[in-house]
């Protein structure tokens, strides 16, 4: 990925299409920090306790395995609205 497609990432919510891609005011997002999906928003609406401490695996074309692979994510310690990469998955 070079640097312009890494412009386009940013602020970005992961899963929106490319008409809306920004976040809206009423909801609760993660920034996604490393990995391929640096820089992108999660969106963490409506998500228990548990399925946050959890992390999560999403799909991605970007990361190691290529199409159908995942970048895993979770959150980081003390601060819910960051999550940190922990690697890919196949």
């Given at each position: 990925m070079d640097r312009n497609d890494e412009q386009l990432l940013r602020g970005r919510v992961y899963g929106t299409d490319h008409d809306h891609p920004g976040?809206?005011?009423?909801?609760?997002?993660?920034?996604?920090v490393g990995g391929p999906l640096d820089g992108l928003l999660l969106d963490i609406t409506g998500w228990t306790a548990d399925e946050i401490q959890t992390g999560v695996a999403l799909m991605t074309e970007?990361?190691?395995?290529?199409?159908?692979?995942?970048?895993?994510?979770?959150?980081?310690?003390?601060?819910?609205?960051?999550?940190?990469?922990?690697?890919?998955?196949?």
């Open positions: 976040p809206l005011p009423h909801c609760g997002y993660a920034e996604l970007l990361g190691q395995f290529g199409a159908g692979g995942r970048a895993l994510y979770d959150p980081r310690p003390g601060q819910r609205n960051r999550w940190d990469w922990s690697g890919d998955s196949p």
